[in-house]
């Protein structure tokens, strides 16, 4: 059985997951509506890989006898200036993240459930990843300025990428 504070930060954090999911979705949508479908697509796959994680932790929860609590999920930001915006906003988004599993992982350590730590330790890693992509395209959008044939070339990029394997 896995200790109640553990339990009840879990699910905090299976709320945050489905909360990124949710202002992904939103915000791919904003870039199918802008026309930039490489764009969307993109949030498209970080919406899915939001859900993905939230089930890799509501699955860890019950796994470990603990009870699933999911809350309500605040309404999503859908309008931005631009590309540039919209990713920095993703970039908040997942640096908010990397705190917030930093902080389940101390709770585990504190608490002595190896279990937790190690389950968490994927995250942790993901985290690295999800920010990394999401600095990159920061730092090409900035190169780009207000180049349309630079914006074109990245949704074209951005389109191409391909699903990671779901759970
Ligand atoms: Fe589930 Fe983008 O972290």
């Avoid at 609590?69 to 990713?87: H, M, V």
């Avoid at 997942?94 to 350590?109: F, G, M, P, V």
Wanted: glycine residues 4%.
């Amino acid at each position: 059985m896995i200790h109640e504070e553990l339990q009840d930060a879990l699910n905090a954090q299976i709320n945050q997951e489905l909360s990124a999911a949710y202002n992904y979705l939103a915000i791919s949508a904003y870039f199918d509506e802008e026309n930039l479908d490489g764009f969307a697509k993109w949030m498209l796959l970080q919406y899915n890989e939001e859900l993905d994680h939230a089930q890799r932790l509501k699955n860890y929860l019950l796994d470990r006898g603990g009870h699933l609590c999911l809350d309500a999920i605040a309404k999503p930001r859908s309008q931005f200036t631009g590309p540039l915006e919209a990713f920095e906003f993703s970039m908040l988004q997942e640096q908010h993240n990397t705190k917030s599993i930093n902080n389940l992982y101390e709770i585990a350590l504190r608490l002595n459930d190896h279990a937790t730590k190690s389950q968490l330790q994927w995250f942790l890693d993901e985290q690295v990843e999800e920010e990394k992509s999401v600095e990159e395209v920061i730092k090409t959008l900035q190169r780009i300025g207000g180049d349309v044939a630079g914006l074109l070339y990245l949704n074209d990029k951005l389109g191409a990428r391909q699903p990671e394997t779901s759970i």
